[in-house]
């Protein structure tokens, strides 16, 4: 009997310490607080999550479109900039081109003043077939000053004389002002040397007189 009474409280002890109810005020400790929370607690609790992730999403989202959108920015300009370097060095280019025999030009211009001052100081009274050699010489400044001529056209190289026109300051640089009869006010009355321009641009302005009002 004593036997029996000693497994009977042994096999409750055992039932005591067993982890299924160790296990069982816990879940209804968790089914207590649900209960008292109600049903829409869970579902709750699973929106909230989404919802953070979604506002980290869109932050990112917008930081990236900065972040295009300034990228974007920097290569439009660096692009116009590259542009614009272009353009310049290609007019560089251009210019030295067309521009690149300039100094040689305004060298040769006092031979070709010297060819016209030559020319004209020769009385063309003398210049007959009685005086063979002052007509040959004069015959050969004039077909030098006509080809030297036709050289400098053929490298945009254009003469300016003036004479009779209105007085324009990037082609003339006056020397004097005066009346003069017979002459309008701001017209060139004198041109006591010639000018040259090379594609539009001036070499050398012509040295004249411009004439002005009483």
């Not at 607080?33 to 506002?55: H, L, R």
């Amino acid at each position: 009997m004593a036997s029996w009474c000693v497994r009977a409280v042994r096999q409750s002890y055992s039932v005591l310490g067993s982890p299924a109810l160790k296990r069982a005020p816990l879940r209804l400790l968790c089914t207590a607080t649900q209960q008292k929370n109600g049903p829409g607690s869970e579902e709750e609790a699973e929106k909230t999550e989404p919802g953070a992730a979604d506002k980290v999403l869109t932050e990112e989202k917008v930081q990236l479109e900065e972040q295009l959108k300034e990228m974007t920015e920097k290569y439009k300009r660096a692009l116009a900039d590259t542009e614009n370097l272009r353009t310049r060095s290609q007019r560089m280019v251009e210019d030295a081109k067309l521009y690149g025999i300039q100094g040689f030009c305004k060298d040769l211009l006092e031979v070709a003043d010297i060819l016209e001052k030559a020319t004209e100081s020769v009385p063309k009274e003398e210049v007959t077939n009685q005086n063979p050699h002052l007509k040959n010489l004069y015959d050969g400044l004039v077909m030098t000053e006509v080809q030297i001529q036709k050289v400098f056209t053929k490298h945009g190289l254009i003469k300016l004389n003036p004479e009779g026109q209105k007085f324009d300051p990037y082609e003339h640089e006056a020397l004097f002002h005066a009346p003069v009869e017979g002459k309008e006010p701001g017209t060139v009355a004198v041109v006591t040397k010639v000018g040259y321009k090379i594609h539009g641009r001036t070499l050398r302005p012509a040295l004249v007189g411009v004439a002005k009002a009483p």
